[in-house]
């Protein structure tokens, strides 16, 4: 559970690796840092999100690589963000003292947020004082793979042998030999180390101070446009400035989450790298951000969406962040893997799958940019009618849904009901600016995919809509969000039967929901899963459309109670230990806190 001031509690390890739900984010806008609980950065990629891990212990132990300050004798630790901020805090306990470390990627003195450009510095501040007692403390730099060091500049220059591009500077304010270096401390000493990757100077000022503060008060400035009235306040603002973690300021791309290959379930396959920018992520992320007061943001991922898709020429489900294609998957073997989870992968395989959901994702986000006040050239549009001619007849074809089935897949219905938002939204587009377009027609058969999906994906027996056109009886989380998008009204019959279909037959207790049955809906993958968080929240925004408000509000408070102490949240939950599982912390999990909680919020106070 989020707490902003938690207790100390024993610093704890799983094979040799640390619990997820032990790790804090730190962000720039263009990386990601993971801090644990001992006081290790397990998980950094530099110069940017997707690129080669500097430190990836996360994912093997003893030859990933890390970054830790930490005491000797360490026993217990807590972890909490300063308020409104990206500073991390993690005091570290051990018998005979207390150590306070402070970490932040820092940012520029008076930047701001809102503006699609860099504001990091390309530094890594580490600030370790001693609170009370005495201890040992050791500082230790070890990127993957070993690097070269040099003394310069009242430093260490470091060359990681994997990266020969990349030059680091680490700087101390105690004397520094290489890159494991120990000190004994006592209570009011202090050691602060700034690693930086950007230009080096040779009298830069090395003030660790100053550089937290403008850190602060630029994510402080930022908090300043959120506004929310709804449940679990805290949470949602935590939430807000996760997701601002995992957004690419300079390209207005949102990551699906920092990291790769992290399992769901333990010991399992399904280990992807979700580094990159998918398009329903920020067709979701706008909707959520929009309605807590970050206009800004919502514009930046509508515009790169746009820019995106016109440069590639083709729809494609995910990109790169400056919008380019994503590499190819490929499996390391050199790692083995969080928990000794094999395959590590770089890349994502689903990159070229046929997903028909991106036909209405694309069109949702022009028409949400239309409406924010933006323009369309007259070239982009004939490239979004064509995208509506062609999600007329696609959702005839068999594709690999929401979910990324890696088999043949299936007509599945989600995925025609996202072929309905192409069509509506071009509709709303050429009425709305006079564009020309097939506009009878789209409305036509938008009008029948709509009924279609009433009906053919209907199960008379089982009473609910169906995962695929073809009926069955067979459910799938995803249906939860047909009236999300707009398909079909959340309380029409067979919608509301269908909800408790869902909630019934994917449950996994707790108010937790599977995505889908495994032997029910195959996906061409050994193995189950966990509990999809995002899942319990659709259910959430269903109940409240049903006029169900304090269920609603019942499974939203425990959805919630479910983050870790410093507010994030894993894409899936362990249903029986609780545990975080798959890539942390996950965008679309704090989407769910953030449009869950304004629809609840809403519906109080009586307003849609």
């Known amino acids: 559970m989020y707490d902003p001031d938690p207790p100390f509690r024993p610093v704890r390890r799983r094979d040799g690796y640390m619990p997820l739900e032990d790790l804090g984010l730190i962000g720039d806008g263009t990386t990601a840092a993971l801090v644990g609980l001992d006081g290790s950065i397990p998980w ?33 630790a807590r972890q ?21 470390l402070t970490d932040a990627l820092t940012l520029r003195p008076g930047a701001d947020l809102t503006d699609d450009t860099p504001a990091g510095r390309a530094e890594l501040v580490r600030s370790a004082q001693v609170l009370s007692g005495h201890v040992r403390l050791r500082a230790d730099l070890r990127p993957r793979g070993g690097a070269q060091a040099r003394a310069l500049f009242s430093g260490v220059e470091v060359r990681p042998y994997r990266q020969r591009g990349l030059r680091l500077h680490l700087r101390g304010s105690r004397p520094l030999e290489g890159l494991r270096n120990s000190y004994d401390m006592r209570e009011g000493d202090r050691l602060d180390l700034v690693l930086s990757w950007g230009r080096f100077h040779r009298h830069h000022r ?33 939430a807000a400035l996760s997701l601002k973690m995992c957004d690419d300021w300079s390209n207005g791309s949102l990551v699906a989450a920092p990291t790769s290959s992290l399992p769901a379930p333990i010991g399992g396959i399904r280990n992807w790298d979700y580094r990159y920018a998918w398009i329903r992520d920020a067709a979701f992320a706008v909707f959520a951000l929009r309605r807590i007061g970050f206009q800004g943001e919502a514009d930046s991922f509508l515009g790169w969406v746009l820019d995106a898709f016109e440069q590639s020429g083709r729809p494609r489900i995910m990109y790169t962040l400056d919008g380019l294609a994503v590499p190819d ?39 949400q940019w239309l409406l924010a006040g933006g323009e369309i050239q007259p070239g982009l549009w004939s490239s979004l009618a064509g995208l509506a001619d062609q999600a007329a007849t696609a959702w005839r074809e068999p594709d690999q849904g929401i979910w990324e089935v890696r088999n043949e897949g299936d007509a599945f219905t989600y995925s025609a009901g996202l072929c309905h938002v192409a069509l509506d939204r071009a509709v709303r587009i050429a009425e709305r600016h006079g ?3 097939r506009v009878e ?20 027996d089982a009473k609910t809509l169906s995962v695929s056109l073809s009926g069955g009886g067979a459910v799938d989380a995803s249906l939860l969000a047909l009236p999300l998008r707009g398909v079909v009204p959340v309380d029409h019959p067979r919608m509301v039967a269908t909800t408790a279909a869902v909630a019934e ?13 495994h032997d029910e809906s195959p996906d061409g993958l050994d193995g189950d899963e966990g509990a999809f968080l995002l899942c319990s929240f659709w259910l ?5 459309g049903q006029g169900r408000l304090d269920e609603a509000e019942e499974l939203y408070v425990s959805l919630c109670a479910r983050a870790g102490t410093t507010g994030l949240l894993s894409e899936q939950i362990h249903p029986s230990t609780g545990e975080f599982m798959g890539n942390f912390p996950q965008a679309f999990s704090h989407i769910g806190v953030i449009a869950s909680g304004v629809t609840l919020g809403r519906a109080r106070a009586g307003r849609r």
């Open 44 to 76: 950094m990629c530099l110069p940017r999100f997707d690129s080669e891990p500097l430190f990836c212990g996360l994912l093997d132990h003893s030859r990933g690589g890390h970054f830790t300050v930490a005491p000797e004798g360490l026993v217990e």
């Open 80 to 100: 909490w963000y300063v308020r409104d901020t990206g500073v991390l805090v993690t005091d570290l306990r051990t018998p005979d003292g207390v150590v306070r």
């Open 206 to 238: 090395f003030d660790t101070d100053a550089m937290l503060a403008a850190t602060g008060e630029a994510w402080r400035r930022w908090m300043t446009g959120f506004t929310y009235e709804g449940p679990e306040e805290p949470l949602v603002r935590r």
């Open 329 to 367: 998957e490929m499996v390391d073997g050199e790692l083995e893997g969080y928990r000794r989870s094999a395959p590590v992968r770089w890349g994502n395989g689903a990159t070229d799958q046929r997903q028909h959901d991106v036909y209405g994702e694309i069109l949702d986000c022009a028409d």
């Open 435 to 437: 564009l020309p377009g």
């Open 441 to 460: 027609e789209w409305r036509a058969a938008a009008d029948e995919l709509r009924e279609l999906i009433l009906n053919r994906s209907w199960d008379e």
């Open 505 to 517: 037959r994917l449950s996994a207790g707790g108010g937790l929901l599977y995505r889908y049955l």
């Open 540 to 544: 959430v925004d269903n109940l409240v």
